[in-house]
């Protein structure tokens, strides 16, 4: 077990590519998202599967109804190369693993002044997941004019 190891040195792995949707980069997830060092690879990983399962069960409507093969393939804007869509996708993804974790290593035996709210706080937690769910809504919402109601 590899506790107490520095997170960004730990080599997470990659959620592979699923059908439609594309994969997530457990390494980029553990360097981007400032992690807790005492986490396990394994456990990190087993984070980042549970919200690969979520966004891919909040958008199974949005899946069904696409007429791509894939995510990529739907027409979109790109960002270095990357389909805006699937950088979305990884957001959603990311951040609600990065909720999930947070909620997990809140600790009661944590020392008065050792707690960081900041980092650990459930406003954080609830923040993180309004992340995901705003990505998810790019992906969902994209093409449609900003400002503009569906009646």
Partial sequence: MDWGTP?????????????????????????????????????????????FLWACSQLDAYERSSEYETLADEPQRKIANTPAKVLAFNRAVCCFAKAEILLETMTAARRKEADNLAK?????????????????????????????ELI
């Fill in 7 to 51: 997170t960004i040195d730990k080599l997470i792995g990659t959620i592979p590519a699923d059908g439609f949707w594309p994969a997530v980069d457990g390494d980029a997830f553990a360097r981007d998202y400032m992690l807790p060092a005492e986490l396990p690879a394994t456990t990190i990983m087993a984070f980042l599967q549970r919200g």
């Fill in 120 to 148: 650990t706080g459930t406003e954080t937690e609830d923040r993180y997941r309004e992340y995901a769910n705003d990505a998810l809504r790019m992906i969902t919402e994209c093409g449609r004019p900003a400002g503009v």
